[in-house]
Every structure is written in structure tokens, then in C-alpha cells.
């Protein structure tokens, strides 16, 4: 099921790219959809440097999340820092796309590890291509043309700041934020133009034009269907990891680890320059 996305990269020098190269590897990644670069040692700044030059690295909507020098870097993370907590710990463990909530969705996303548990920490994917060519023609039928609502207000992450605070502020300052978007159901790829279906259960609330119980079934056949073990890709991580997927084609969650463990990855979005939606 796995040779259709997925590709490794011994270990090279990234900041030795000329342009070509870094064009080749956006063309890598529009077609593997998942590309693991091996043997990657990089420096917070080279990091973000290598971003730009493949598209405009996008500071997550939520400053809590930030790098505390760097607001490009997203950090999920359980380890502290001189004692002070520093990004969000326990981030994506839930079937998503990311930005899939806001009006325009992120293009790629590029993670890193920075501090790895003694046990196996996995990222998981799922090749939405291939979930939309293999749809019954029955659930094609019923997601063609149609848009569903994406909404991120049941992964909202309690700050300490929030002590105190009703649940009904907190609901719409939030909701303020990222008030939610429908999106298409099913997307064209800008270079590939293959169609790809968008629909997470993370994200995914509502279908358009439905009653609400015929949308939560519709919804729920697809995601039992999308996730069964078998569509699975488990990436595990290795130190000097570096990982490069395209957005439009993937939905992604983190594994579950052993709880006590200390982990720490720094995340990368970015937008590429081209629609995210070609149809």
C-alpha cells in the first residue's frame, strides 16, 4: 500500500542547493508526497533559511506555539527550558491537514526532532490520492462538488493564562481566531492535477447542503474507511531526521508515546506560491 508515497534522502548538505536543486526537491516532494531526509544537523537558522528558499514560512496563528526567537518554528514540546515552558506539549494527535481551518490551507510542512524519547516516537500518514481513487462509487458521488466545514475549536489548548477564565470566553476568543472555513471535499493538485479527497476527523465538523445526521454518517463512513490500519504509513523517528510532506495530498497524526517520555520537534509550514486547490 506504501509504494505509492514515501521517499528517503541519504545525508547531504542542504544549504549547498543551488536553485535547481531546491526545485527539484519541491518536485520530489509534489510527487513522493513524503520525502525523510537522513543525517540533517541543522542550526535553528538554517533551518528556517532552508524554509524560505522553498516558499514563505507561515507563524502559526497562536504565539504560544512560537520558537521564543524564532516565530517561523513551530514547537511541540514537553521539555522545559531554563525551567519555563516553551511551546505546546502533546500537539497533532489526531487525524489532520494542517491550516485546513483557515482560508487557505498550508502547502508543505517540514518537522524536525529536537529531543527524541527513549521509546519510538512515529508520525503517521495516509495518501488521501489514493483514498479518493479507491472511494465506492456511492461515497464519490456524495462528496463531488460538495464543500465540508473545517473547524479546529475542539483542539483548543488550555494556557495557563486561561485560569479563571469561563469556558465560554475562551470558546469565542478562539472562535474569533479561527472562526472555521468549508472547504472543498475534494481537491485538484496544482502540478500533478491528481484529485485528492480533503476531509479529516480532526478538523472535519459538517458537510454543506446536508441534514446534520446524514453529514455525521457520511463523515464517519469515510474516516472508518480512510484510516483503516492497512493505509497507515508509520514514520519512526531517528535522530537527524528531517521530514518534507506536501499538505494537499497527506493527513497526518502523531503517534502515541510512553507516557514520562521527553520529546521536543521543531515544525516548519509553508506556503509554496501555488493554489492549494487547482479545480
Not at 514547537?75 to 489532520?96: C, D, E, L
Not at 481513487?133 to 460538495?146: C, D
Amino acid at each position: 500500500m506504501f509504494e505509492t508515497f514515501a521517499a528517503e534522502v541519504e545525508p547531504f548538505d542542504l544549504a549547498s542547493l543551488d536553485d535547481s536543486g531546491i526545485e527539484a526537491i519541491k518536485q520530489l516532494v509534489y510527487e513522493q508526497k513524503l520525502v525523510v531526509f537522513r543525517g540533517q544537523e541543522l542550526a535553528d537558522e538554517e533551518y528556517i533559511a532552508f524554509a524560505r528558499r522553498l516558499g514563505r514560512p507561515e507563524p502559526y496563528f497562536q504565539e504560544h506555539y512560537h520558537h521564543p526567537d524564532h516565530p517561523e518554528i513551530f514547537v511541540s514540546s514537553n521539555v522545559p527550558v531554563n525551567g519555563q515552558k516553551v511551546g505546546v506539549a502533546g500537539t497533532g494527535r489526531f487525524w489532520h491537514s494542517d491550516y485546513s481551518f483557515m482560508e487557505e490551507p498550508l502547502s508543505m510542512t517540514m518537522i524536525r526532532p529536537v529531543v527524541l524519547p527513549e521509546g519510538k516516537r512515529g508520525t503517521c500518514f495516509i495518501d488521501m490520492e489514493l483514498a479518493y481513487r479507491e472511494l465506492p462509487e456511492h461515497l464519490r458521488q456524495a462528496v463531488e462538488g460538495r464543500r465540508s466545514l473545517h473547524d479546529a475549536r475542539n483542539y483548543y489548548k488550555v494556557q495557563p493564562g486561561d485560569v479563571d477564565r469561563a469556558i465560554i470566553e475562551l470558546v469565542e476568543e478562539f472562535h474569533a481566531l479561527s472562526p472555521g472555513v468549508w472547504q472543498p471535499m475534494v481537491l485538484t493538485h496544482p502540478v500533478s492535477g491528481e484529485k485528492a479527497l480533503f476531509v479529516s476527523r480532526g478538523f472535519t465538523l459538517d458537510v454543506e447542503g446536508m441534514r446534520h445526521e446524514e453529514a455525521q454518517a457520511l463523515l464517519t463512513e469515510l474516516f472508518d474507511r480512510i484510516e483503516r490500519p492497512e493505509r497507515v504509513y508509520v514514520h519512526d523517528w531517528a535522530k537527524g531526521d528531517l521530514l518534507m510532506w506536501d499538505n494537499r495530498s497527506l493527513i497526518h497524526r502523531a503517534a502515541e508515546q510512553a507516557p514520562g517520555q521527553k520529546s521536543c520537534s521543531y515544525r516548519i509550514s509553508l506556503y509554496d506560491g501555488l493554489p492549494f486547490d487547482a479545480a
